[in-house]
């Protein structure tokens, strides 16, 4: 049976309402950061009466956004580092091998992913400032702290995600890895992962994602030399004032990094799981 004639432009229309639902809010985002500051607070028009960078300049200048910049960048990348190392491992155990207790493992490691984050804010704000205290090891304002943080909230998810695509990619291949000479790790290393790197690269944007946007834990593991973009972006707020258009142009300026970033991964989401793993 033939489709209506109907449907294709029904599709055209739903695809364009779409893209007008999206593509609005960073159209009013893209026009405030290029508008002086009365023009912003005053009455609003679609499009601008007078056009301006200076918001792109003076953002640099109304908060140290360049060093919250730093500090999210490496909190985050480092977060998704450590998460993507340690669950390649774990989930290899999972996915390959039978040992006791490794279904409660697999449960406790999906579990904790039931509770809210507000939960261990006291205990680590805790945790980090005895730790200071005691041992002199200081994760309370740190980044560190705050990688420790992240890594406890990404890392169980990322576990439990590249358990499941190690569990789709045959052992036949680990089985030919190991009959050339290959080991456990060897096979991973060499099998494996090429034909997990959809999975992979997954675990990676989430465990970045989920650090570089995460305010929360922030606000309150960090002080003013370790405030993460996040947190720093509301110091546009002042007591006097909003600086609307410099808060826009920099949402606009520290979204680029990660924007290109997934444009350039994503092509790895699509792929197969084995692809080019099986002759």
Do not use: H
């Not at 730093?70 to 998460?83: C, F, R």
């Not at 730790?131 to 998810?157: D, H, K, N, Q, W």
């Not at 994503?266 to 692809?275: C, D, I, N």
């Amino acid at each position: 049976m033939r489709d209506p004639r109907w449907l294709p432009w029904a599709r055209w229309a739903g695809l364009g309402l779409l893209g007008l639902f999206t593509l609005t809010p960073l159209y009013v985002m893209l026009t405030s950061a290029i508008k002086p500051l009365q023009d912003v607070q005053g009455d609003f028009y679609w499009i601008p009466r007078t056009i301006t960078l200076r918001p792109f300049a003076d953002m640099w200048r109304t908060v140290p956004l360049a060093r919250y910049f730093a500090n999210s960048l490496i909190v985050s990348s480092v977060a998704a580092l450590v998460s993507v190392l340690v669950a390649i491992f774990s989930a290899y155990a999972i996915s390959r091998f039978r040992f006791p207790g490794r279904r409660i493992f697999s449960v406790t490691v999906l579990s904790t992913q039931m509770f809210p984050g507000i939960l261990f804010l006291l205990p680590l704000f805790m945790i980090y400032v005895n730790l200071g205290t005691a041992l002199g090891v200081e994760l309370y304002a740190s980044r560190t702290g705050l990688i420790i943080t992240y890594l406890t909230f990404s890392l169980p998810f990322s576990i439990w995600m590249l358990a499941g695509y190690f569990d789709s990619i045959p052992t036949a291949l680990d089985e030919a890895a190991q009959v050339d000479g290959s080991g456990p790790i060897g096979a991973l290393l060499r099998v494996v992962l090429p034909a997990a790197t959809p999975g992979i690269v997954a675990v990676a944007i989430y465990a970045f994602m989920t650090a570089w946007g995460e305010v929360l834990f922030a606000s309150v593991m960090t002080d003013e030399s370790s405030r993460t973009l996040a947190v720093g972006l509301q110091g546009y707020a002042t007591e006097n004032d909003v600086y609307w258009n410099q808060i826009m142009a920099a949402s606009l300026v520290v979204s680029v990094p990660v924007v290109a970033g997934f444009l350039l991964l994503q092509r790895y989401l699509v792929q197969g799981l084995t692809a080019g793993a099986v002759k």
